[in-house]
């Protein structure tokens, strides 16, 4: 599917955290959906997001994210903290320092995006 489908499950993964107590307190059901977008991402098959994959992922995100705060204007501000994410910035979630995610890498990529959302 790509970038753009992963991008609205990982959007809809984002919303339904933010709305839905139950699922955000769900650590298998968010590995199981997670785990879902990591495969989209993985675009070789390799097992692992490798920069241009999440260069990619990362892209596509804030694209859609820009195009729903110019719909919803509250979203401005997670747009702002969106913009200052990239791959170097997640180099310190690369535990093991091979320039790439695993599962668990990108698991935790995308909790500290949403605790960086929600404290802004």
Do not use: P
């Amino acid at each position: 599917m790509g970038a753009e489908q992963s991008t609205k499950q990982l959007g809809a993964h984002l919303i339904k955290m933010r709305n839905d107590e139950a699922y955000a307190q769900n650590e298998e059901a968010k590995k199981e959906n997670l785990k879902k977008i990591f495969n989209e991402i993985d675009a070789d098959n390799s097992g692992l997001i490798d920069q241009k994959e999440c260069d990619q992922m990362w892209a596509s995100f804030k694209k859609a994210f820009k195009s729903a705060a110019d719909k919803e204007k509250a979203l401005i501000k997670d747009l702002r903290v969106l913009d200052d994410f990239d791959f170097q910035q997640m180099e310190h979630l690369d535990y093991n320092k091979d320039g790439k995610f695993d599962f668990n890498e990108f698991y935790d990529m995308i909790e500290y995006m949403y605790n960086r959302l929600s404290a802004e």
